[in-house]
């Protein structure tokens, strides 16, 4: 694999939306940076959370949850507690029933991301778990996080 093929840090430009997340003291390892688990939680979070705040997931009650089916992340530059990340969050694919979100991890006010990766959801009914169509508000907040090529 050459040079050109190895994956890079992604600009700011390169996300549509960014969420704040405070790292915890037990986010580091032993060796002092965010453990490489921790990055995925951060995935989680941010998208979790525009999801919530935009109106279109209902944690507690709602008919259609998302699974995570696939998740992958490259890591270019350590983060540690006490310092912020700002996450990068940007929708690449919307399928009937799956998204892949793109995540970048950034320490509060580096242009380029210290981590990279996305996971793809599966949306199901809640209680069949079975794959529905994407209804038409969580569409519209997910093109809202489609950034041109």
Known sequence: MGCMDRPQPQAR????HFSPITTRWMDNDIYGHVNNVTYYSYFDTAVNRYLIEAGVLDIHGGAVIGLVIETHCNYFAPL???KNVEAGIRVAHIGKSSVRYEIGLFEAGEALSAASGHFVHVYVDRHTRRP???PDDFLAALRSLQVAA
Do not use: G, T, W
């Open 13 to 16: 430009a390169a996300y549509a």
């Open 132 to 134: 529905v169509s994407l």
């Open 80 to 82: 540690a507690f006490p």
